[in-house]
């Protein structure tokens, strides 16, 4: 049959009429709302998740106990996944506090089930401490937040086994996971720790590739971000192993010295890629070659410098002290205590399972408790856009409904319902790398047929989930977004004035002979730049007028990053060479910097300095200017002051 295109073909006068149609742009919110992002595949954790949760229910399945493997596939699920990349005494914590909180949760929820109202006050007090515990850390996010899933589960139907042992099956499931995932320790026990130091120098590789080609410039940029972003990957991996082995570990100890050993590297090319100047031709070749030999885990040789000349080896890293129990348990309070965001947080996630409780008492349908269920697991606690996943939820339950309708039409219900559920677990690994909509897609088929799997139920398990999805997502949008005044006011502003406070921290260790700490300011000023880059992607996701004003934040955004680059380029400057810039003339600068942030704090305009007319610092001034400019601009990004 002939194509549309073929029949109509250019210059007919129904083709003519469409291409000269204005047709109208999606706004940016609605892009940002729907587009995923992108991701490299991690097939490793795929098939680990394929097998964590079709492995028990296959085997059950084959010995006649299928009830047994539908508790253990779902602790497996859980710990699928809760399991993120990261050093593998992490990943194996999150994993089996997941499994021993769920299971908790389970107990809970089973000591409730039937008791009525009693229900609603059990999940509600468990919904508080949830929202409490998880500001103290994504391990007790994952976890805390695991607890509640499973109370609602348990608390909203009955299971055909005596009381104890689905908590134990849950429990056992979860340490299957974790076993899998600490398989790969066996070959390398610093694996992840090392992808991460070889995925940051590729990164850098890559830059300095960029800044030596004609390049278009935001895909320049885009890598000099991707060089932030697996820097600060790189470092967190390796300090939250180091917490654990008390840095011990001679590995660490010389992953440690490459990503110090780096920063010279870093600054140049920064310099490099802003001032236009050629970056020399052996820098982007061997910086790749240390990062194969460290990925083959052979001798890797001394990092290049940008005069020819290597860098050196690896510095030293200084012992880590282990905190005291003591100091442990003071931080997490502090951390769960920490402000009126995390009482905000409590309150709403506390009200909507509620809210959903009441519902499933009064208004009961084929499983309510799917409506408490996806109100939690749309509420996160990572403060991001409550809008944008309860939308994507949404969505994506509808369209993991008509997959889940289809599977279990046109499978036989039995062994092939164990295969469709391992191809879904796999790929779950891959859509929470994107977009959370694309995670619940599938997700819900998952969930369908394992539930269908235990006690079939045809389309009616389908149909459930989709009424009882859309109430939750519902539910938040009314009493977890609209009814909150804090959902109309910016959060860009606090990130915006700490990437303010850090550039200038930055700037006075980066412009004195004395800057010891520079390395480390320098990382910690883009890493702030990184997360308002962060928050502000969130609120573009967000309808009217909340993403109308974070665009407005852009430019200033843009500014910060060239500022923070200007600063960079004084101090390679410095070491080239130049004279050094007069100390006050850098404490005007500072000054300056330092005011941004008070401006946007206070409403105000920025100060006129008398900005110093030094040569090293005359870059500085002029991005510090463009930066002032931006923000006594007429728009109305500074209008949402800290809020």
Not at 168 to 173: K, N, R
Request: charged letters at 15%; a neutral charge.
């Amino acid at each position: 049959m002939p194509s549309w295109r073929h029949t109509h073909p250019a210059g007919h006068p129904l083709m003519d009429r469409l291409t000269d149609v204005d047709w109208p742009t999606p706004p940016e919110w609605l892009v940002a709302l729907v587009k995923p992002k992108s991701a490299p595949i991690p097939w490793p954790s795929a098939a680990r998740a394929a097998v964590a949760v079709a492995g028990p229910l296959a085997i059950c399945w084959a010995v006649g106990e299928l009830g047994y493997g539908l508790f253990l596939a779902m602790g497996a699920l859980s710990g699928a996944v809760g399991d993120r990349r990261g050093p593998y005494r992490v990943r194996a914590l999150q994993i089996g506090l997941s499994a021993v909180f769920g299971a908790s949760g389970f107990a809970i929820g089973e000591a409730v089930y039937g008791h009525g109202w009693t229900v609603f006050v059990v999940l509600c007090a468990v919904a508080l401490l949830a929202s409490m515990g998880s500001v103290a850390g994504s391990i007790a996010a994952t976890s805390s937040m695991q607890a509640l899933n499973f109370t609602i589960i348990a608390s909203g139907r009955a299971f055909p086994l005596p009381a104890w042992q689905p908590p134990v099956l849950f429990l056992a499931g979860g340490l299957w996971s974790m076993s899998l995932t600490l398989l790969g320790a066996l070959r390398d026990p610093v694996s992840p720790e090392r992808r991460a130091v070889v995925g940051y120098l590729n990164a850098l590789a890559d830059l300095v590739d960029a800044v030596s080609t004609d390049i278009d410039p935001k895909e320049r940029e885009a890598r000099r971000r991707a060089v932030t972003d697996t820097l600060n990957a790189a470092y967190d991996a390796l300090l939250a192993g180091r917490v654990r082995s008390g840095g011990r570990h001679a590995s660490f100890r010389h992953f440690m010295g490459l990503l110090n050993a780096s920063t010279p590297l870093v600054e140049s090319t920064v310099a490099a890629m802003r001032s236009g100047a050629p970056p020399p031709g052996h820098v982007a070749p061997a910086l790749r070659e240390v990062a194969a030999a460290l990925l083959a885990r052979r001798t890797t040789p001394e990092l290049p410098g940008w005069e020819g000349e290597p860098a050196g080896p690896a510095g030293s890293v200084a012992r880590y002290r282990h905190p005291s129990v003591r100091e442990r348990v003071r931080g997490r309070i502090d951390q769960m205590l920490s402000g009126p965001r995390t009482w905000h947080f409590a309150l709403r996630l506390t009200i909507c399972i509620a809210v959903a409780e009441v519902v499933r008492q009064l208004v009961p349908t084929g499983r309510s408790y799917w409506i408490a269920l996806t109100v939690a697991m749309v509420l996160n606690s990572d403060f991001g856009s409550v809008f944008a996943r309860a939308v994507q939820r949404a969505a994506g339950t509808v369209v993991g409904v008509a997959i889940g309708a289809a599977v279990l039409a046109l499978i036989p219900h039995g062994f092939g319902d164990v295969i469709a559920i391992g191809v879904l677990a796999s790929l779950l690994p891959i859509a929470i790398q994107r977009q959370y909509g694309m995670f619940a897609t599938f997700l819900t088929p998952l969930v369908i047929l394992l539930i269908d799997l235990f006690n079939p139920h045809g389309w009616t398990t389908a149909s459930d989930r989709l009424i009882d999805g859309c109430i939750g997502c519902g539910i938040v949008l009314v009493f977890g977004y609209l009814l909150w005044p804090e959902t109309f006011a910016s959060r860009i502003g606090p990130y915006f004035v700490g990437a303010v406070e850090g550039i200038a921290a930055y700037a006075t260790a980066a412009l004195q002979s004395d800057g010891a700490d520079r390395g480390a300011l320098r990382r910690a000023a883009y890493r702030r730049l990184s997360d308002l880059r962060t928050v502000f992607q969130q609120a573009l996701a967000e309808p009217p007028p909340v993403s109308r004003r974070a665009s407005a934040w852009w430019p200033g955004i843009v500014a910060l990053e060239r500022l923070t680059d200007a600063v960079t380029r004084a101090a390679i400057s410095v070491d080239h060479g130049a004279p050094a810039p007069p100390p006050e003339g850098v404490h005007t600068l500072v000054v300056g910097i330092s005011d941004l942030a008070t401006a946007v704090t206070q409403s105000q305009r920025p100060r006129q300095l008398d900005l110093p007319a030094d040569p090293i610092l005359d870059d500085i001034a002029t991005e510090l200017r463009t930066a002032g400019k931006i923000i006594a601009g007429p728009d109305d990004a500074q209008s949402g002051v800290i809020e």
